[in-house]
């Protein structure tokens, strides 16, 4: 990610931008954002956070893990997911993309958004927008997947929509169990709640995830949460 200035100094023009402009200190911050290149400040303060603790994050994944990354829209956590799969890359593992929302394009161009040149990850990144996309199409899709394999799942709970899927506990049930025998870490993108509230709470937590079907939470061994710009990442155990 390249700015301008540090994210602090950025915050400083935001604030003189405030007052010089009359304007609330929010809609300085969104325009300081936009001439970053970013859609809002929160975007650009998860981006900025994403970047500098992913490494720290993947540094504490290991094979077998299923990992919840969870954010309301905006607040980065399809960022921080690639970031993840970037970091995979980076240590000679692969990275694979499974979506129902995105297209390939999307997902370059947010490549390039956290400073990445997709080129240099051509022969190990995976990007897959089928809409079959399911816990037996991944098992299948990541049959011949070497160990290591970081794969990112968008979204959570997109996956029972279609009535044919089996019910979204079975499905991360058998993810669970394939990522453990094949030593691949999971990373699954999940909506939050709209009855969260940042004024009561600063960042979402497990309790805040959206469900429209039965889960058990326990199956994810870590999760990340995040909300303008700050990172929670917890372990079980």
Not at 187 to 198: G, H, L, W
Not at 200 to 229: M, Y
Request: proline residues 5%; hydrophobic residues 45%; aromatic residues 8%.
């Amino acid at each position: 990610m390249k700015l301008s200035a540090p994210v602090y100094h950025l915050k400083r023009q935001a604030r003189l931008l405030s007052r010089e402009a009359k304007i609330p200190l929010h809609e300085a911050l969104d325009r300081v954002a936009v001439r970053e290149g970013f859609a809002s400040w929160s975007l650009l303060a998860a981006k900025a956070a994403g970047a500098a603790r992913a490494g720290t994050l993947f540094a504490q994944l290991a094979p077998g893990d299923l990992v919840l990354v969870g954010a309301r829209p905006g607040h980065g956590k399809t960022l921080m997911s690639l970031e993840l799969a970037i970091e995979a890359m980076k240590s000679g593992s692969r990275g694979v993309f499974f979506t129902l929302e995105y297209t390939q394009r999307d997902v370059l161009d947010r490549f390039r958004a956290i400073g990445a040149d997709p080129v240099q990850f051509n022969d190990r990144f995976v990007f897959d927008n089928s809409d079959a996309i399911s816990a037996d199409y991944i098992v299948k899709a990541l049959g011949s997947a070497p160990r290591g394999t970081l794969v990112v799942i968008d979204y959570l709970q997109l996956l029972d929509q279609k009535r044919q899927n089996p019910e979204l506990m079975a499905q991360v049930r058998t993810l669970k169990a394939f990522a453990g025998d094949r030593g691949l870490i999971l990373v699954f993108i999940s909506q939050i709640d709209r009855s969260y509230d940042p004024a009561q709470k600063p960042v979402p937590d497990i309790g805040d995830v959206r469900l429209p079907n039965p889960l058990d939470l326990s199956l994810f061994n870590k999760t990340c949460f995040l909300n303008k710009g700050e990172i929670r990442f917890r372990a079980a155990g």
